[in-house]
């Protein structure tokens, strides 16, 4: 399988697709407003697999040339979100995503699968509704741009088989999160943390952040994933591939932990 650094993107492809992610939420009675093609579960096509309200099926626009690209979408509406997702929705999700995501990997027609999740207008996502995608590369491999040290950093807290910590060495700058398991056995724990990070991003980051990308990998026995808030992306990363690393990062992993790891604190999923 021949191996190759740059996707190609179909952009007369890509004007086609609708656009929700802006608003907080479609709204039909407004004049021109995009419905969302994921509401309408009557109208969609070449589903692969279904569980409730998780529906794993292919992309209606898929832009990226020699792939598979799928959706999962996770939610019958829009009106939800992970980081308020109850814990058995939120341990399905993350187990059927991440199962699925793996057979295709472990199926040798890719080089490499992506696994990843868009939230909010700065995201580079397009459709508002809670959704996944899992994406089949043919001639890249992601791994190649891949280090162990984008997931070391402060721990936050951990469980048996999983660890939840600060990046010390972000892959794109600032204050990126980090879940790393080792044991499959503990996906619900890591869904958990995935959820705190998510919530955090939300509702208590230093600056108001509304958008944010869950992103997985696969490294030897590990799946990891990484939360990263999404601003507009600094020019010194964008023109020079540098990553710029907060003075911070103790601080606010001691801030996540005393918020949601200390006796007495909430929930994660409880609305604020």
């Given at each position: ?181 080792s044991d499959i056995n503990q996906i619900d724990q890591m869904a958990d943390y995935i959820q705190t990070a998510v919530h955090y991003v939300l509702n208590y980051f230093d600056y108001h952040c509304n958008s944010y ?60």
């Amino acid at each position: 399988m021949s191996s190759s650094t740059h996707l190609h993107f179909n952009s007369h492809l890509g004007a086609q697709k609708p656009r929700t992610i802006a608003r907080q939420k479609p709204n039909p009675a407004q004049k021109n407003d995009t419905s969302c093609p994921f509401c309408n579960r009557e109208s969609l096509v070449d589903i692969l697999a279904s569980e409730g309200p998780l529906v794993l099926l292919k992309n209606k626009y898929p832009v990226l040339e020699d792939t598979l690209q799928l959706v999962l979408i996770e939610t019958y509406n829009c009106d939800e979100e992970l980081s308020i997702y109850s814990k058995e929705h939120l341990h399905h999700v993350i187990r059927f995503g991440v199962e699925k995501w793996l057979e295709i990997e472990n199926s040798g027609e890719f080089s490499s699968v992506i696994f990843f999740k868009n939230h909010g207008p700065f995201s580079g996502g397009t459709i508002f509704h809670p959704h996944m995608q899992i994406v089949g590369l043919k001639k890249v491999d992601y791994r190649e741009n891949i280090r162990e040290e984008d997931f070391e950093g402060v721990v936050i807290t951990q469980a048996p088989g999983v660890e939840f910590n600060l990046s010390t060495k972000p892959r794109v700058g600032f204050f990126e999160f980090n879940v790393v398991l080792s044991d499959i056995n503990q996906i619900d724990q890591m869904a958990d943390y995935i959820q705190t990070a998510v919530h955090y991003v939300l509702n208590y980051f230093d600056y108001h952040c509304n958008s944010y990308n869950l992103f997985f990998y696969k490294l030897e026995e590990k799946i990891i994933a990484k939360i990263m808030p999404r601003f507009v992306t600094s020019p010194i990363y964008l023109g020079f591939s540098i990553p710029q690393v907060s003075n911070r990062i103790a601080e606010m992993a001691r801030d996540v932990r005393e918020r949601y790891f200390t006796e007495g604190t909430p929930s994660p999923n409880t609305p604020v």
